[in-house]
């Protein structure tokens, strides 16, 4: 490989390369997944961290280039794969870092040393965006018009944000589970005019299917095993850090669906090591929900280790029998983390040996005790971002963490994604049971009803208006 940036199989056993034009989400050869790679030292690679302070002046201002505006460009020295003309973005990573002593108080921690990342606050309402921007760049740079997700919600509003705002616009589609989706997130997909299928299964059957449409209609695929997207979901730990003085925490806990994001911290961690920007690395905590934790079990029952990219594949397939053959579905209030099978499993593994990380399982019930409690004491999150503050509390009491050690939790989506969880909780009254769906036709101008399309392919071609190639 000659070019400055380029793709590699994570599998060591393969690690074939290919250059960043080339779409596939994995590898052609062993099926695993892609990393994005660089060639540090033919970069301009920044001696120091401080180094980024220098934007800090035009980081306020919508100006020339757009690029210092945006909390992932700000950092483009460390995802150079594209050049400044290509990027899309749309000011986000704009996000806070808030230390809470009122809620650290009330779990057990040392004043000073909790802190909350508030990704809710991007464009979208939750941390996608930041990888969003990294994918719809390299899209564009690819000339690519259409793009497509499966999705447990918030990564289809950020696709559909991003569709409408590249330059030019284009075409999102999204596939969400039927009845799996808050109002909030669903709402937003449709106002963006993004083409809503709903597919009769769960997001592990959408996911299924948007990656055989992607392959078969040459339709660009936006979910995290699309290795772009984790470039840019490495910006929030950049952020992390300025906002900690480029102090590395002890802790970084972050809730695990798809486990994209966590996948992403491990590899921003292990690249600043390697690159002597950082001198250690946090532990990393992710939490499940107990109704949806392959990666607790895989892990902390069945002793599934990263082992340098040799983990053992068949403890992994012998548990996916184990819930094909009982018709195993995911359930959990924290419903963008109701995934079964989560894609970057292998990806995540490694995070975990990077970072010396834990797995833990949280309860509905106690995460949405947790929800009440960042609400109460901070900005408010949705019901799988307060799994973060949730485990934090389970691993202070196991004392894997210590009141004075200094934690960020990661609240991953903003509280108005999903209002009907916030209104059960406090009055008892399920909205959703209230109202149920009208059998009506919208009339507005610009109504983008979701298409209801059976789990079966040629269905969903011809719900894009084509036929299923042969
Ligand atoms: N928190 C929120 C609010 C999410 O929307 C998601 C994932 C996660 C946590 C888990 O992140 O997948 O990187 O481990 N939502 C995806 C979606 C699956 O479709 O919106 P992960």
Known sequence: MTEKAYQICINPDCQATYGIDQILFSCDKCKSLLDVVYDWERLALPRSLEYFEHRWGTKGLWSEGRLDFSGVWRFRELLPFVPNEAVVT??????????CDTLGRQIGMKPGRLFLQYEGLNPSGSFKDNGMTAAFSLARMLGRR????????????????????????????VFIGTGKIAYGKLSQALDYGALTLQIEGDFDACLRRVMQIADKLGIYLMNSVNPFRLEGQKAIMYRVLEALGWQVPDWVIVPGGNLGNCSAFGKAFRELQELGLIKRV???AII???????????????????????????????LYKVMDDSHYLPHTIASAIEISRPVNLPKALRALDVCKGVVREVS??????????????GFGCEPASAASVAGLNLLLKQQIISPDENVVCILTGHELKDPDATVKYHTGIDMKALTPPPAVTPTGVCANPPRRVADDLEAICSALGETLPV
């Open 282 to 284: 946090p532990r990393l």
């Open 90 to 99: 749309i000011g986000e990573g704009r996000t806070l870092l808030e230390q």
């Open 146 to 173: 259409r793009v497509a997700c499966a999705s447990t919600g918030n990564t289809s509003a950020s696709l559909a944000m991003f569709a409408n705002k590249s330059e030019p616009p284009m075409q999102g589609i």
């Open 364 to 377: 509905d019930d106690v995460i949405l005790e947790h929800k009440a409690l960042v609400g109460r004491y």
């Open 288 to 318: 499940n929900a107990t109704g949806a934790n392959t990666l607790h079990q895989l892990v902390d029952k069945h002793k599934v280790t990263w082992n340098g990219g040799r983990y053992d594949r068949d403890k992994v397939s012998a």
